[in-house]
């Protein structure tokens, strides 16, 4: 079972907004910075937040990422068709010594 | 421009050992802020960290895959490796390498990745 918990699927239109939450405990994501990736079916994932609020150059401001306590949140506003993908929030275990993943979210962009 | 490449057997007998290559260009491999690092992806599931080091040596391993796993770097050919030792089915998956930020811990270059199938 991933150490990280994320909703199993999440759906929403073209153009609205969608929540994907991630929920950890306080010895990663209370303790550490949260990522996020998209995954694209087929290909390799793709990182789009790091340092739990940071964007990479060249992912749009429609992504942005946030923590409050043991959850962090991935945001994605104005809804596209290409959004639709997996997405997989990521940190470091303190515990663990080892780096973990959420399960993945699957994106439907009815 | 940092790339990634894998490289391996596509087909590994069970109770065999999976040997996997990462080939690394436009980036130094020892480097102080980053680890290089193992994650694979069973067919239809989510991703899972198999282990990584850093430039000290210094290795990192999921529990449940560190009495099999091992990774190592050779810098003079500019790739890390993963040994997965005594592998069942539930070993087929895509194996991703990828580049680390150490205090931030996030991937920010991915392999395209290499699909290995345990199956006699």
Known sequence: ?110 | QLQLQESGPGLVKPSETLSLTCAVSGAPLRSEIHYWAWVRQPPGKGLEWIGALNYRGNTYYAPSLRRRATVFTDTSKMEFSLTLTSVTAADTAMYYCARGRFLSDYFDSWGQGVLATVSS
């Not at chain 1, 994907?20 to 990182?47: D, E, F, H, R």
């Not at chain 1, 992912?59 to 994605?76: E, Q």
């Open chain 1, 1 to 110: 079972q991933p150490v990280l918990t994320q909703p199993p699927s999440v759906s929403a239109a073209p153009g609205q907004r969608v929540t994907i939450s991630c929920s950890g405990s306080t010895s990663n994501i209370g303790a550490k910075y949260v990522s996020w990736y998209q995954q694209v079916p087929g290909t390799a994932p793709k990182l789009l937040i790091y340092d739990t609020t940071e964007r990479p150059s060249g992912i749009p401001d429609r992504f942005s990422g946030s923590k409050s306590g043991t959850s962090a949140t991935l945001v994605i506003t104005g809804l596209q068709t290409g959004d639709e993908a997996d997405y997989y929030c990521g940190t470091w275990d303190n515990s663990l010594n080892i780096g973990v993943f959420g399960g993945g979210t699957k994106l439907t962009v009815l």
